[in-house]
Each structure stands twice: as C-alpha cells, then as structure tokens.
C-alpha cells in the first residue's frame, strides 16, 4: 500500500475506532465508506455497510439506495416507498483489496458473487448479512408497480491500491461481467468500476466537501440587502436545472429536506393537485398556480448566469420537488418554470425563522418537526456545552460534522440514534426500536423530544450506552 493510502486510511481508521481491526479489514470499511459517501450523502453506520467475513460471497460492501436513502428494514423500505408512491434504487456492491495491481481472477470472484446473490436461488454460502441484504432486495422487487420512472440500476466497485490502466484483459473480464449481470433482465443500468489508489483518495477527500450544484438561473432579481443574508434572489428556473438542485446524475433524488419541517406527505390532495397541473400538460400555470421552492445555502459562487450552490438545503418545496421528480418523464414538463427564493446565510437563527416562516401555509404535525424543532436545537447546544469523555456532538444536520478533523465517528450521535435510544432507555421499548426510526416516531407520537424533557438524563444514558456499545462492538472485531 502506498504511503499516501495508508496515511488517509490511518486517519480514517483512528477516527472510526477500527485500530483493533486487521488492515485488510480496514480498508474494506474506508473502501466503503469513500463509495457510499459519493452515492448517497445521508449518515450512515459502517456496520451497515459492511458484508465481509466468512460466506460474503466476494462482497465487502453491499447497499441499497431507494429514493436517494439507504434502506436497512423492510418496513423502512414499505414506508419510504408507500409515501412517495416511485421507487429509484440501485443496488451496490463493493469488493476492497490491499493488493498493489489489479487481478482478473479476482474481479471475476466478485462479479460470480454479485450474479449468485441476484438469482433466484443463490448456490454460495451466505453470511447472516448477505442473507439479510437478499431478502430486502428481493422485498424492492416485489414492489416493482412503483418503478415509474426508471428499473434499478446495479453498480459494482473493485478497489485495489493499485493503479488502473485499462488494461485489456481486465476491460474483457469487466465488460464480460457488465453483459452477463445486464442478461437477468431486471436492471436499466449496470456499470463496474475499477478503483485504485488515486480514485480512492480523491474520493476520500469529496467526503469532506459539502454537496453542490451549478444552476443557470437567468430569470432573477437580487433582493435588497437583509441583515444576517449574505446574498438573496427570487426568480424561476426552468425544470431541466431545477432537477440539478434535487438529483443527481442517475436522476435518484437528493437528501437535501433535512430543514424541511415535513417530510413528502406522498399522494395526499395538495400534491395530486401539482400532479394534475403537469399531467395535463398545464406547463405554462405551474409557476402562477404553485407557491415555489425556497432555498438555503452558506455559499453562492456566480459567474454571469450560472450560480454554484453549496452546501444548500430546501427548506420549503419538499412536496413540490418530490411532484416534479416524480414527473420528470412526462415529455414537454422541460417547459415548467418553477419559482424559486435563493438565501445564503450560515446563521442557523436565520434559517430556522426562514424554514418555519415558509412552511406556515399548512398545519406541521409534532412528530414531522424533529430536525428543525426548538428542542433539537437546544439540544444540539447542550450536546457542545457538555465536556463528557469521550466527548459527544448532536448530528442535527446529516454529515454536519463530516469535514470537522479530530472527531471520531462513535462521538457523533445522529437524531435516528437518539430516537432509538430513547425508545429503548426510558419508554422501555428495547424490543421496537430495531425498525426504520420513522416507524418508531409514529408509534410513540408526543412521547419523543417533549419540552419537558431534561437534557442531561438523555446525554448521560446516550454516554453509557456509546461506552457499552463501544465495548461490545470491540469485542465482536476481535473475535
């Protein structure tokens, strides 16, 4: 391994708690870490990820991605796709080796797995995992009616700490392994990539970097000068670039609704109403029927008419983005201009006021408030103005603090965790709380993140449940 890898791979192990783990071992987890990141921006736990031990099938790493989240449950998955009414997956699979070239026996072993675990019936040994993994993906094949808009796409990684030329042979074997994944028949795109040394670190370091998109945003005006705002514009944008801001390439849409005070409320009569307008070809009305989109970034780079937003969130237009995406085939919809506010800012007050001041059109329930509510808020300010050891950050924003150095991954405690240690600790619910976190919100409605709840109590029982955990987990790698 080269010294550059295995510096970053150090840094990445020390701060994810591997050190007790092989090398091997590591670079699998660092492998799936820098892919999943570049797919799917959300958090997300490695063991999660994670597939290699014995009967992993040649798979080190192994995801799905269903409407731009990783999905871990079925019921997470029913729920997800219940509410949206489309289903966009790809399915992922990752195999890491510390090697120094490329081996076409190898890749080979890992395109057999990858074929196995899509039969029908699998012929390899399988890890309790890779059995898991199998019946959730085959869970989002019976819920194929609601792939309007497009069939899975199957993305396969080989990682090595090599370096890719292109040599033929292997391009045989992997266009080999392209066609015979492709003759199943259930994929609209499969695609094998090969990562070596420089891909990988490039990748590595994109995890520290905040989500962008370059927009053309011709029709605007500049809004006066605002305290506390950086920069402010209102206008429309034509569908084709308002779909950068909510999708990335693959057209699977992005999770940037985390300041959003609803989640989609799915086919509910505000939405089959935008729905209607587009399904009629009304391309023309949409920008005078709907009440448009509102944008918060930290940072805006224009250059004539083009704008690059980072690091942006739609706090306001979750419903309408979810219509549109859902829309996007209809043919002519590229004539749809949507209205749309965009604000730079980094005060979190400012966007707080903003999201909630545009969202007051229609009732919030409680339970839909939980990352943008006065108590997260605060809570997040009790979780830095405690010194516990080890110390803990609230995650109240997805990936908030990926691009902060010195902080471990075990420090970090996203609202799902929370949710879920609640439930457990102090509703004493251990035996609910292994489902999609969303389930458990519905099921304790008005029971989680109360007023009158104390910081203190959720901070320490979340400290002696990391100190447990962490043990527990120690000893499971070291077995």
Same mark, same amino acid.
């Given at each position: 391994?080269?010294?550059? /890898?295995?510096?970053?791979?150090?840094?990445?192990?020390?701060?994810?708690?591997?050190?007790?783990?092989d090398e091997s071992t &590591?670079?699998?987890?660092?492998?799936?870490?820098?892919?999943?990141? +570049?797919?799917?921006?959300?958090?997300?736990?490695?063991?999660?990820?994670?597939?290699?031990?014995?009967?992993?099938?040649?798979?080190?790493?192994?995801?799905?991605?269903v409407n731009g989240k990783?999905?871990?449950?079925?019921?997470?998955?029913? !729920?997800?796709?219940?509410?949206?009414?489309?289903?966009?997956?790809?399915? #992922?699979?990752? &195999?890491?080796?510390?090697?120094?070239?490329?081996?076409?026996?190898?890749?080979?072993?890992?395109?057999?797995?990858?074929?196995?675990?899509?039969?029908?019936? $699998?012929?390899?040994?399988? *890890?309790?995992?890779?059995?898991?993994?199998?019946?959730?993906?085959?869970?989002?094949?019976?819920?194929?009616?609601?792939?309007?808009?497009?069939?899975?796409?199957?993305?396969?990684?080989?990682?090595?700490?090599?370096?890719?030329?292109?040599?033929?042979?292997?391009?045989?074997?992997?266009?080999?392994?392209?066609?015979?994944?492709?003759?199943?028949?259930?994929?609209?795109?499969?695609?094998?990539? $090969?990562?070596g040394a420089n891909e990988?670190?490039?990748?590595?370091?994109?995890?520290?970097?905040?989500?962008?998109?370059?927009?053309?945003?011709?029709?605007?005006?500049?809004?006066?000068?605002?305290?506390? #705002?950086?920069?402010?514009?209102?206008?429309?944008? $034509?569908?084709?670039?308002?779909?950068?801001?909510?999708?990335?390439?693959?057209?699977?849409?992005?999770?940037?609704?985390?300041?959003?005070?609803?989640?989609?409320?799915?086919?509910?009569?505000?939405?089959?109403?935008?729905?209607?307008?587009?399904?009629?070809?009304?391309?023309?009305?949409?920008?005078?029927?709907?009440?448009?989109?509102?944008? #918060?970034?930290?940072?805006? /780079?224009?250059?004539?008419?083009?704008?690059?937003?980072?690091?942006?969130?739609?706090?306001?237009?979750?419903?309408?983005? *979810?219509?549109?995406?859902?829309?996007?085939?209809?043919?002519?919809?590229?004539?749809?201009?949507?209205?749309?506010?965009?604000? #730079?800012?980094? *005060?979190?007050?400012?966007? /707080?006021?903003?999201?909630?001041?545009?969202?007051?059109?229609?009732?919030?329930?409680?339970?839909?408030?939980?990352?943008?509510?006065?108590?997260?808020?605060?809570?997040?300010?009790?979780?830095?103005?405690?010194?516990?050891? $080890?110390?803990?950050?609230? !995650?109240?924003?997805? &990936? &908030?603090?990926?691009?902060?150095?010195?902080?471990?991954?075990?420090?970090?405690?996203?609202?799902?965790?929370?949710?879920?240690?609640?439930?457990?600790?102090?509703?004493?619910?251990?035996?609910?709380?292994?489902?999609?976190?969303?389930?458990?919100?519905?099921?304790?409605?008005? +029971?989680?993140?109360?007023?009158?709840?104390?910081?203190?109590?959720?901070?320490? +029982?979340?400290?002696?449940?990391?100190?447990?955990?962490?043990?527990?987990?120690?000893?499971?790698?070291?077995?």
């Amino acid at each position: 391994m080269d010294k550059i /890898t295995k510096s970053l791979l150090d840094t990445f192990s020390n701060q994810n708690d591997l050190g007790k783990l092989d090398e091997s071992t &590591q670079f699998e987890h660092f492998s799936n870490y820098c892919i999943t990141s +570049k797919i799917n921006r959300t958090s997300f736990e490695l063991e999660d990820i994670h597939t290699g031990s014995g009967g992993d099938c040649a798979i080190d790493g192994l995801f799905l991605n269903v409407n731009g989240k990783i999905i871990t449950d079925a019921d997470e998955l029913r !729920e997800l796709v219940e509410a949206a009414g489309h289903l966009d997956a790809e399915i #992922v699979f990752i &195999q890491s080796k510390t090697t120094s070239s490329f081996n076409g026996s190898e890749i080979g072993s890992f395109i057999h797995g990858v074929k196995d675990f899509l039969s029908d019936e $699998p012929k390899l040994v399988q *890890n309790e995992k890779i059995k898991l993994m199998k019946q959730l993906w085959d869970e989002s094949i019976s819920l194929s009616s609601h792939m309007i808009n497009r069939r899975p796409f199957c993305k396969l990684f080989y990682v090595c700490t090599g370096k890719w030329v292109d040599d033929q042979n292997l391009r045989a074997v992997i266009q080999s392994g392209e066609f015979e994944i492709d003759a199943i028949g259930v994929f609209d795109e499969i695609k094998i990539t $090969p990562y070596g040394a420089n891909e990988i670190q490039k990748l590595y370091h994109e995890t520290k970097n905040k989500l962008s998109a370059t927009i053309n945003f011709q029709n605007r005006i500049t809004l006066p000068d605002i305290k506390g #705002v950086k920069e402010a514009y209102l206008g429309v944008i $034509p569908f084709p670039e308002f779909a950068k801001l909510i999708q990335d390439e693959n057209q699977t849409i992005h999770n940037i609704f985390d300041d959003n005070v609803r989640d989609f409320q799915g086919e509910n009569a505000v939405n089959q109403k935008i729905k209607n307008t587009l399904t009629k070809g009304d391309f023309d009305l949409f920008c005078v029927l709907n009440n448009g989109v509102t944008v #918060v970034a930290t940072s805006i /780079t224009p250059a004539g008419n083009r704008f690059t937003l980072r690091d942006y969130q739609i706090v306001n237009g979750c419903q309408t983005s *979810n219509v549109l995406h859902d829309c996007q085939n209809i043919e002519g919809i590229e004539a749809t201009n949507i209205p749309i506010k965009i604000i #730079v800012t980094d *005060n979190d007050e400012i966007k /707080t006021e903003i999201t909630l001041a545009t969202n007051s059109q229609t009732e919030v329930k409680t339970e839909q408030l939980e990352a943008l509510n006065a108590f997260q808020k605060k809570l997040e300010l009790y979780f830095n103005s405690e010194k516990t050891d $080890p110390r803990l950050y609230y !995650e109240r924003r997805s &990936q &908030q603090y990926n691009s902060l150095p010195g902080i471990k991954r075990n420090q970090i405690i996203s609202i799902p965790i929370q949710i879920k240690t609640f439930a457990s600790m102090f509703l004493q619910s251990p035996h609910l709380v292994s489902g999609y976190y969303g389930t458990i919100v519905n099921r304790f409605k008005g +029971k989680i993140f109360a007023s009158d709840h104390k910081f203190f109590a959720l901070l320490c +029982k979340r400290a002696l449940l990391l100190s447990i955990g962490a043990d527990v987990q120690k000893r499971r790698f070291t077995k």
